[in-house]
């Protein structure tokens, strides 16, 4: 399957170097080595920066970059249950004050990575939801059962844990190691973090390349905003996932 590519958002970001496979999700083998055609089915988990910049609508109007990504899983959901294909999309927002689990600050589940949740009216409905109505500047509240009350919107500062989050999707999609999966994370950051965090991010891009989980990026930026000089942050990230400690040995 090609990764998305929702209106609005760049392709995916392609790690450097042969043989690890590039963004669009069509390798033959999987980061650590699997084969992609062992398994029938695919759980793909949406991580989505929740930061004030990427609530924030675009000057010359439209849905903001926060928005476009919650509409992108939403999309998906809505073609796996049309196609019935048993495919599972799990959602989670990163950066907020609230959080749905006391060892992932700042991190607010919105769709669990577990078989239980197959996409269907109930969770598309739920997650379609959380999307701020045109002019909201904020997180949407009592949207999935009332959970979003205690999310308390984007936390202070401009540093999601973007490291904690990588290993909160890893350990979720655990649970359904027999699908491929994948993490698209969607961010308007070029280089969030101090180096101490960059560290921590690659180290959490090659635990999931060793669990055989694809990670891909999709920078989402608003209309008429540069393009991102990718390659100094995120190409290594994306390239550690691909190529695991070989990309260590390649730096």
């Not at 399957?1 to 929702?6: D, G, L, N, S, T």
């Not at 930061?51 to 899983?73: D, H, I, R, V, Y």
């Not at 060793?210 to 930026?221: A, M, P």
Request: net charge negative; proline share 8%.
């Amino acid at each position: 399957r090609a990764c998305i590519r929702p209106p609005g958002l760049g392709g995916g970001v392609r790690g450097d170097g042969g043989g690890g496979g590039g963004g669009d999700g069509t390798a033959s083998a999987l980061p650590g080595g699997r084969p992609r055609d062992q398994l029938s089915k695919e759980c793909t988990q949406f991580l989505v920066d929740a930061s004030a910049s990427m609530l924030a609508e675009p000057l010359s109007g439209g849905p903001s970059p926060f928005s476009t990504a919650l509409q992108a899983a939403v999309d998906l959901q809505r073609d796996y249950a049309r196609s019935g294909s048993g495919d599972l999309v799990a959602v989670a927002l990163v950066g907020t004050e609230g959080c749905t689990n006391q060892n992932f600050p700042g991190i607010w589940e919105l769709v669990p990575a577990q078989k239980k949740y197959l996409p269907g009216p109930t969770v598309i409905n739920d997650l379609r939801a959380c999307i701020p109505e045109p002019g909201a500047a904020r997180l949407p509240l009592g949207a999935m059962g009332g959970l979003l009350k205690g999310c308390g919107g984007s936390m202070q500062g401009d540093n999601p844990p973007f490291a904690d989050a990588l290993h909160y999707a890893q350990l979720g999609l655990d649970a359904v190691a027999d699908m491929q999966r994948r993490v698209l994370l969607f961010t308007d950051k070029e280089k969030p973090g101090t180096d101490i965090a960059r560290g921590q991010m690659l180290t959490k891009a090659r635990d999931l390349h060793n669990g055989g989980i694809q990670l891909d990026l999709f920078l989402v930026r608003p209309d008429g905003a540069r393009e991102a000089d990718l390659a100094a942050f995120w190409r290594p990230l994306i390239a550690a996932n691909r190529l695991g400690d070989a990309a260590a040995d390649a730096e």
